[in-house]
C-alpha cells in the first residue's frame, strides 16, 4: 500500500511531459514487479551487474535505463538490454557503446553527461570536451547510437540556490547544444535531471526526465 501511495502522491506532483524514471538499484525483484504492476514502466539501475541480473526476471516491456558511470569493459553487456543511456561523459564511451550496438544491430539511445556540480568526484562532459566531440570527423559515423539530450546531477547540498544555478547551467547546455548542432534532430529532446531532494528544482528549470528512488520505495 506505501508504495501505492507513494506513486500517487509522486504522480500528483510531475507534470505532463515529464517522465518519471524509478531508480531501483538495490531494490529487490519482488518490489520492481509491484511498482510495475501499479503502471511504472522505466526504471533506471546504475550498476551494470544488478541490471543484467535482475532485467531477465522481470517484464520484458520495462524500459532500462541505465543512469551510473559506465567503463567501456562493462557497455557489452549493457547495450542489449537498455532502452537509454544517460551517462555518457566521453567520446571513447560513446564510440564503445556505437560499437556494440552495431554487432547486434540495434540503435541506442543515449544522453550526454555534463558536469555541473561543485564535486570533483562527479564525472561528466564539459562545454569544450562536448565540442570537440561533436565536430570530430568520427562523429558522424556512429550510426548505431542517438543524441538524445543531456543529463547532470547537482551539488549534494541544501542550498537550492546553489540546485537551481547548476540545473539552470544544464537547460544552457541543452538549448545550446540543440540551437548549434541538433536543430534538425528530433531525438534531442531530453533533459534528465532531478532526483528525490531536488526534482522540484529540476522539473521548473526544465527537466523532461527525473530520477527518483527514496520517495518511491523509501530509505535504503
Known sequence: MTLKK??????????TGVKLVAVSKTQQVETIQALYDLGQRMFGENKVQELVNKQPQLPEDIRWHFIGHLQRNKVKFVVPITSLIHSIDSFRLLCEVNKEAAR????????LQF???????????????????????DFPELKNVAICGVMGMATFTDNQTIVRKEFCQLKVIFDRLKESYFKESPDFKEISMGMTS???????????????GTMLFGSR
Open 115 to 137: 558536469h555541473i556540480a561543485t564535486e570533483e568526484n562527479k564525472f561528466g562532459l564539459d562545454w569544450e570536451e562536448a565540442v570537440i566531440m561533436l565536430t570530430s570527423p
Open 104 to 111: 547486434i544491430s540495434r540503435r541506442i539511445n543515449c544522453l
Open 6 to 15: 507513494n506513486l500517487h502522491h509522486l504522480m500528483l506532483e510531475i507534470p
Open 198 to 212: 531536488d526534482f522540484r528544482i529540476a522539473i521548473e528549470e526544465g527537466s523532461t526526465l527525473v530520477r527518483i
